[in-house]
Nanobody, 120 residues
Framework: QEQLVESGGGSVQAGGSLKLSCVGP????????MAWYREVPEKGRELVST???????YYVDSVKGRFTISRDNGKNTLYLEMDNLKLEDTAKYYC??????????????WGQGTQVTVSS
């Protein structure tokens, strides 16, 4: 399984911003849909946003208007710009790639996660 590596997490006050990055191998950025998930122990792993190879974006309702997903295929990098952060955005954020019906959640490749903590 190819490794994805996230960065950019940290601690921020409510209302603040963070930008997450995810770097991976070239072939993933040349062909795969990618996504951001987040996980808190009591809720499990939940989808945040997806982006196709052609850059069609999807967001769950709770982050619409506040988060922006993007990808730079030339730099092998996926981004998640998070603005107006709320306490409930506190979670470990994971980068995922290559949609697959054989997996649940349905992505073959995952990073190790980066922690985002929002405080009041």
């Amino acid at each position: 399984q190819e490794q994805l590596v996230e960065s950019g997490g940290g601690s921020v006050q409510a209302g603040g911003s963070l930008k997450l990055s995810c770097v991976g191998p070239r072939w993933i950025f040349n062909s795969c849909e990618m996504a951001w998930y987040r996980e808190v122990p009591e809720k499990g792993r939940e989808l945040v946003s997806t982006i196709t190879f052609g850059s069609t974006e999807y967001y769950v309702d709770s982050v619409k208007g506040r988060f922006t997903i993007s990808r730079d295929n030339g730099k092998n990098t996926l981004y998640l710009e998070m603005d107006n952060l709320k306490l409930e955005d506190t979670a470990k954020y994971y980068c995922a790639a290559c949609w697959s019906t054989d997996e649940m959640p349905p992505y073959k490749n995952w990073g190790q996660g980066t922690q985002v903590t929002v405080s009041s």
